[in-house]
């Protein structure tokens, strides 16, 4: 038996639903161990290394390994899970002045060792709870929230493009509608994700003509030691822009070891 598979998740899926659905698939992995390693949220897609039977046990051996992602930036609109899928906020900071060559600097500034705060809507664990769920239960003033040491080897804008209001909403309610209904009661707290009102926030930015006709959503590609939130990316480089934003598409693209001296991988998955 292979030590592990490449799959591809699609946005929409979870690390474990697109697991299952690819052992359905494949009779001979019925009731085979299958592990993740390096999970991937649910509004972003790629590449996912899954680990198959005995190799279960090394996992921790793939926890280090280096990533490449295709993100995207939507300035103008911000949520408290940094992506589409989050309570949203919008207008308030205004987006004029984000040129192209301001993005390019302002990226420049982001490559090399820095440390990054998680996402308070991630699955890293706190006293024993993921964040997710100090955040839903409103208890985020009694811990405090960790950072990552990290090195971004690589950040570069690739393009800029414009999307009409109405695009960006219809675009962004396909998005949240990707994840199949969540009732497990043991999630309750989650509420599917808060979609009711996920998509009411989309629908008032739809009908909100105080807001931009237009938005700007900028791509960027970017190689990153372990555990890097493009998330938390996106949400810093609207900052420095003196803007806000949020992650409006994220891609995994590479998965292995990564050797920055010669830009390229010495091991890729």
């Keep these: 038996m292979e030590k592990y598979i490449i799959l591809h998740k699609k946005v929409g899926e979870t690390p474990l639903s697109c697991a299952e659905d690819y052992r359905q698939t494949h009779p001979d992995l019925i009731g085979v161990p299958m592990a993740y390693a390096g999970r991937l949220d649910p509004m972003a897609s790629g590449k996912l290394l899954i ?3 005995d190799e279960c046990k090394n996992q921790t051996n793939y926890h280090g390994l280096d990533k490449e992602y295709e993100f995207s930036v939507l300035f103008g609109i911000e949520s408290d899970s940094l992506d589409v899928l989050g309570r949203l906020s919008a207008g308030t900071k205004k987006t004029d002045e984000v040129t192209e060559e301001k993005i390019s600097a302002v990226a420049d500034k982001f490559v090399g060792a820095i440390e990054l705060p998680y996402p308070k809507f991630s699955a890293k664990t706190v006293q024993g709870k993921p964040l997710h769920m100090w955040t839903l239960e409103n208890r985020l003033n009694e811990i405090e ?22 695009e960006l909403v219809n675009q962004a309610l396909t998005k949240v509608n990707s994840i199949p209904e969540v009732t497990d009661e043991r999630k309750a707290l989650g509420n599917d994700f808060r979609r009711v009102d996920v998509r009411q926030d989309w629908e008032n930015v739809r009908n909100d003509s105080s807001l931009p006709n237009n938005f700007q959503i900028a791509h960027f590609t970017c190689t990153a030691s372990s555990g890097t939130y493009m998330r938390t990316l996106a949400s810093l480089i609207a900052k420095e822009l003196d803007t806000c934003s949020l992650a409006w598409s994220i891609h995994r693209t590479k998965i292995g070891v990564f050797n920055p001296d010669l830009n390229t991988w010495k091991i890729e998955y």
């Design 51 to 53: 680990l198959l039977g």
């Design 145 to 166: 929230i960790p950072t990552k040491q990290s090195t971004v080897y690589s950040l570069s804008l690739t393009k800029i493009e414009t999307l009409s209001r109405e």
